[in-house]
């Protein structure tokens, strides 16, 4: 038979898969975190059809002559460029700004994706719209281990922040240095115990001849000033407080004095989250407090083109892939993270409709090679008439 004709045929195979491709790229413009794939040929075995020669003396050397048997896939390349960002406003929905995927596990395989479309399930586990789970580490104390082992992350339903005991006050402000001898000024602010127990801590100022004389009730500390400046002791301790009165100033007209900070706290309920460039999902608490509750993880591979789909927009480790390196959100070439959008499909629609037309041409042609080889073999059993 001709050889032609299985070229033909081999051709037709080649631009029918990338018939496939083209179609399944145009099929998923719009998934988010969508790859695109390409297809490469490349050629088949040759048959020899006269040898090469070397030269001699008095000739010259000669070329293989070689015929070609058709053409085959080489490989079906996945396009890792970024995809474009689309705004959704949802606090979960997470997209990376560079290289990397999520971890995510499904059952007992861990598996990696770029569509970062995940929600808090009734138990307050974060996972994918397949029921994924998405992995990371959780928080101790507001500390996160990225060297433990990858877990689950969840937003605790029902967490608190413990109460705090205020151990530092500060105060700042003006005493006026224009005040009567006897002038008082008090200055109040609510401070915790160990159990979250709010009471008052007061501080009168009482102006002296020499300055201020600042005292809780039962302790009593000495303000003085030269040229408005603080020189005399600066701190005052009450009940286990200690009150820091180094940014106090003593010029004329001036009464803004006020007991600024304190470092206690009530204990206080979960009220809101959020999702940070890093993956931390921090916690805000009632009482003002935010803690960091968990991270999420990202991976790394140093061949992603060798990973396999796994569906869902989910690829498995390949042979080929490498293993994965875990970390967190902007350390080790890994992108950050995005809060509140999702990575669309890389799908270029003009360049896809172009290998459309190249496919389909390709395998026209490919099919007329067939039909004119049936025409010569029409012509060859034509002869015996």
């Given at each position: 038979m001709l050889r032609s004709l299985y070229a033909g045929i081999s051709g037709l195979r080649s631009h029918?898969?990338?018939?496939?491709?083209?179609?399944?790229?145009?099929?998923?413009?719009?998934?988010?975190?969508?790859?695109?794939?390409?297809?490469?040929f490349q050629d088949t075995l040759s048959q020899i059809v006269q040898n090469s020669r070397a030269g001699q003396d008095g000739a010259g050397g000669t070329n293989a002559a070689q015929v070609g048997l058709g053409t085959q896939v080489s490989a079906i390349r996945t396009?890792?460029?970024?995809?474009?960002?689309?705004?959704?406003?949802?606090?979960?929905?997470?997209?990376?700004?560079?290289?990397?995927?999520?971890?995510?596990?499904?059952?007992?395989?861990?598996?990696?994706?770029?569509n970062?479309?995940?929600?808090?399930?009734?138990?307050?586990?974060?996972?994918?719209?397949?029921?994924?789970?998405?992995?990371?580490?959780?928080?101790?104390?507001?500390?996160?281990?990225?060297?433990?082992?990858?877990?689950?992350?969840?937003?605790?339903?029902?967490?608190?922040?413990?109460?705090?005991?205020?151990?530092?006050?500060?105060?700042?402000?003006?005493?006026?240095?224009?005040?009567?001898?006897?002038?008082?000024?008090?200055?109040?602010?609510?401070?915790?115990?160990?159990?979250?127990?709010?009471?008052?801590?007061?501080?009168?100022?009482?102006?002296?001849?020499?300055?201020?004389?600042v005292t809780d009730g039962t302790?009593?500390?000495?303000?003085?000033?030269?040229?408005?400046?603080?020189?005399?002791?600066?701190?005052?301790?009450?009940?286990?407080?200690?009150?820091?009165?180094?940014?106090?100033?003593?010029?004329a007209n001036l009464r803004t004095v006020a007991i600024s900070s304190q470092d206690g706290r009530?204990?206080?309920?979960?009220?809101?989250?959020?999702?940070?460039?890093d993956g931390s999902l921090v916690g805000t608490f009632s009482n003002g407090a935010a803690e960091v509750l968990a991270q999420v993880a990202l991976a790394s591979f140093d061949n992603p083109e060798g990973l396999e789909k796994a569906g869902s927009?989910?690829?498995?480790?390949?042979?080929?892939?490498?293993?994965?390196?875990?970390g967190a959100a902007g350390s080790d070439g890994l992108g950050d993270l995005v809060s509140g959008a999702l990575e669309m499909s890389n799908v270029d629609l003009s360049q896809e409709f172009t290998n459309l037309i190249v496919a389909q041409r390709g395998f026209q042609a490919n099919a007329r090679i067939i039909t004119t080889s049936d025409e010569v073999l029409q012509e060859l059993t034509n002869l015996k008439r």
């Open positions: 029918q898969t990338m018939l496939d491709v083209t179609g399944n790229n145009i099929a998923n413009v719009n998934t988010v975190g969508f790859k695109a794939g390409s297809v490469q396009n890792f460029a970024q995809g474009s960002a689309q705004s959704t406003g949802v606090p979960t929905d997470l997209m990376i700004a560079g290289d990397g995927f999520f971890v995510v596990r499904n059952g007992a395989e861990t598996l990696y994706t770029r970062g479309g995940f929600s808090f399930d009734p138990s307050g586990r974060l996972v994918t719209a397949d029921g994924a789970l998405v992995q990371g580490w959780t928080a101790q104390n507001g500390v996160v281990s990225t060297g433990a082992p990858l877990g689950t992350v969840s937003l605790p339903i029902g967490a608190t922040s413990p109460a705090v005991a205020t151990q530092n006050a500060a105060v700042t402000g003006n005493l006026p240095a224009d005040a009567a001898a006897g002038e008082v000024i008090v200055r109040d602010i609510a401070v915790y115990d160990a159990e979250g127990n709010s009471s008052q801590l007061t501080l009168t100022f009482t102006r002296t001849a020499g300055g201020w004389d302790a009593t500390a000495s303000l003085a000033f030269v040229d408005g400046v603080l020189t005399g002791p600066a701190a005052l301790v009450s009940g286990g407080v200690t009150v820091d009165m180094s940014a106090l100033s003593g010029y009530a204990s206080g309920a979960l009220v809101s989250y959020a999702l940070t460039a927009s989910q690829y498995r480790v390949g042979a080929n892939s490498g293993a994965p390196r875990v």
